[in-house]
């Protein structure tokens, strides 16, 4: 099965055909790198969209999408040319520059991240010692992105839910860097390629379940998924930071959401569920199926779960997730290390 | 610092067109106005230009969840300014109808408030699920699926089809079944219940204060429900016993309701298995002429959301002046006083624990 690892290391194989050589060959071979994944970002997104509204509709005993093409599978399709094809509206109220440009820098940066990731023990881009820290200090980023975006869009719902992101960063940043410092103690390093092999024998979802079930609370908060979507409680705040973004750049957001839901599902799937190892199929598959079970369970989250309050989400990631996490961190030391 | 924030009258979850001017400070609401009249129709002043059998059909349309409890309350005022009798087998199949109505209406109402806390719509759309079942029972007995219109003065627009018994208690089965799950599904999650729980108090004496009726009063632990305490039909007969519970937060009124289906479910049965036999036709809508003995009438109803009170003068040809005191009209005007100090995502949890329509409330 050694084909589908020499199939998708395109990226090679671009620049050894060109002839190139030296700096120029690695900067083809990352653009052709990045091209790659892209697509696969985009596909997913498309994939997952249907999937889905498929499943949602089927736990709520409706039938989702069915009139465009097989099963619907074109919906998002003609959903994404109706928004194309819409008026794009800016507020009177709004600052430009910062209500426009933070959307853009926000898919830029997801895709970014998951080019970080590797795929496979062939198909990786980068694979740098402090893989792992680089990865969340910039996904923490995210946060004080939406903040500027709201703040920068001068609705008053908006504006709460500006608020309320840095209220929620506050409450579930902390934890997420306790259970990422210990799943580098565990591995000995936060080289993402040494973080899947060190889970060769155990996966650490059995290593450390306390560890595990902070980082999937925390990742959901991260995502914006219920029961955690206090930023753009629809019920509340109509659409939160997105109430007065029009159509293209609504387009880019729900684009945005699903990648971003891919970055969860792979981050997930690589600190704790032993990324691309697997027996039989080849390891860019086995990643990519282990991604898509932890997105279907994330969608199960959202059709079953109440919303949480902004203040009950702060009591809960300080009297809850903080004291879970120093435990995995403190029990994961004497257990493993000593 | 306070701000105010203007929610409606086009938001997702002001259950029609009510806007609410909040102020909030941090998350806080230190003030909180409804502002209503976006639906008003004017249906009292259109009433005394119509005859008065073709009055029913803008009764279904102030509350557009339950629109036979509201046809009923306004047949049986022209039917009390007439001086006429119900027929017996017509009073047994109207207190059933009723409390079709009144599951249907409470069903529909879980499901908005499911939505109102956050729930993404899968409760919602399961309610509504169940809440088709029973409307295809009213169908069958009345032959529309939402704006029945099928009372006539003295009884009804056609008798019960053969074969309806069975499916309705083949429908009663499958809610009762049904309303345990919800519970179940609802309640297991701690998420809900802190929503729930301790938010929009109201207790015994401020509910009495304020004046609001239903399934809001009997959550604070008022034991007042008009089918008992002004009984009428065979509610007397079917042994009823209003349902209450003491906390008087949302949680109590989400709770008095979802044992309401329960009682209502009971009391179908009940209905059923004692119907008498004979006739239950009201008369034809040509022969009224109503006589104006009794000028000034009142008929007071629970209907599913409290108390609704019809106030009449009669004319003999339409009546003079129809007076309906709506009761989320007084309900509504009890959010003001119950959402102080609660947070901004708590108001959508209490205007869903009031069960708003804002049919009824503008009128």
């Known amino acids: 099965m050694t084909w589908i690892g020499e199939l998708v290391s395109i990226a090679s194989f671009v620049s050894s055909y060109l002839n190139l050589t030296g700096t120029l060959a690695t900067a083809v071979d990352a653009l052709v790198y990045a091209i790659a994944i892209s697509i696969l970002i985009v596909a997913f997104d498309y994939v997952f969209g249907w999937v889905e509204r498929k499943t949602i509709a089927k736990i709520q005993g409706r039938h989702g999408p069915t009139f465009a093409g097989k099963y619907g599978i074109l919906q998002n399709l003609a959903d994404f040319v109706k928004l194309l094809s819409k008026e794009h509206v800016l507020p009177k109220r709004a600052d430009r520059l910062m209500f426009l440009s933070t959307i853009p820098i926000m898919l830029a940066l997801t895709i970014f991240l998951i080019l970080l990731l590797p795929f496979s023990p062939t198909l990786l881009e980068s694979n740098v010692g402090l893989g792992l820290l680089v990865i969340f200090v910039l996904l923490s980023f995210m946060p004080l992105i939406i903040f500027a975006n709201g703040f920068g869009s001068g609705n008053k719902f908006a504006t709460i839910s500006a608020q309320r992101s840095v209220v929620m960063l506050l409450s579930y940043e902390v934890p997420l860097i306790f259970v990422i410092a210990t799943v580098g103690l565990l591995a000995g390093g936060y080289n993402l390629v040494n973080l899947i092999n060190a889970q060769s024998q155990w996966w650490f979802v059995i290593l450390m379940p306390i560890g595990f079930f902070v980082f999937f609370v925390a990742m959901l908060a991260e995502l914006e998924r219920p029961p955690f979507d206090i930023r753009e409680a629809d019920n509340e705040l109509i659409a939160g930071w997105l109430t007065d973004v029009s159509a293209p750049y609504y387009t880019l957001a729900l684009f945005l959401d699903y990648s971003r839901m891919f970055l969860g599902s792979l981050l997930i799937a690589i600190l704790f569920f032993g990324g691309w190892s697997g027996p039989i199929l080849p390891p860019f598959v086995w990643l990519l199926l282990k991604v898509f079970i932890i997105s279907f369970f994330i969608m199960i989250v959202r059709a079953s779960m109440v919303r949480m309050r902004i203040d009950r989400l702060l009591r809960f990631g300080w009297l809850w997730l903080l004291p879970l996490s120093l435990i995995n961190l403190i029990l994961t030391y004497l257990v493993f290390i000593r | ?363």
């Open chain 2, 1 to 363: 610092m306070v701000t105010r924030i203007n929610i409606g009258p086009v938001h997702p979850s002001t259950h029609g067109v009510l806007r609410l001017v909040v102020d909030i400070d941090g998350d806080t609401v230190v003030k909180l106005e409804p502002h209503i009249g976006f639906l008003h129709r004017g249906v009292e002043k259109l009433v005394e230009t119509r005859m008065y059998m073709q009055s029913p059909p803008y009764m279904e349309k102030l509350d557009y969840v339950a629109p036979m409890s509201y046809d009923e309350a306004y047949v049986a005022t022209v039917e009390k300014a007439m001086g006429v009798e119900v027929k017996e087998r017509a009073m047994w199949i109207r207190t059933m109808l009723l409390e079709l109505q009144r599951i249907a209406s409470h069903l529909l109402w879980l499901g908005t408030m499911a939505n109102d806390v956050g729930q993404f719509f899968t409760v919602f759309m399961w309610t509504f699920a169940d809440r088709d079942v029973v409307l295809r029972l009213l169908e069958e007995a009345s032959g529309a699926r939402m704006f029945y219109v099928n009372m006539r003065i003295g009884g009804l627009i056609r008798d019960l089809p053969p074969g309806f018994e069975e499916r309705a208690e083949e429908v009663m089965d499958h809610v009762e079944k049904r309303v345990k799950k919800y519970e179940d599904f609802l309640e297991a999650s701690p998420l809900f219940m802190e929503r729930m729980k301790g938010v929009g108090v109201m207790d015994r004496e401020k509910a009495i204060e304020l004046g609001v009726t239903g399934p809001v009063l009997r959550g604070s632990g008022v034991d007042y429900d008009v089918r008992k305490n002004n009984t009428y039909y065979v509610y007397e007969k079917l042994n009823f016993k209003p349902q209450l519970r003491s906390d008087g937060d949302c949680f109590a009124r989400y709770k008095v309701r979802m044992m309401e289906i329960r009682e209502s479910i009971r009391l179908v049965r009940d209905a059923l298995a004692g119907m008498p036999d004979g006739d239950a036709l009201g008369m034809p809508i040509k022969l009224i002429l109503p006589s104006a003995k009794n000028r000034m009438v009142s008929v007071s109803r629970e209907l599913p959301r409290g108390e609704c009170l019809m106030y009449m003068i009669a004319d003999p040809q339409r009546p003079y002046r129809l007076s309906i005191r709506a009761p989320t009209f007084i309900n509504l005007a009890a959010m003001s006083e119950i959402s102080k100090g609660c947070r901004t995502a708590d108001i959508f949890a209490i205007s869903g624990s009031l069960d708003l329509v804002m049919g009824d409330v503008d009128r």
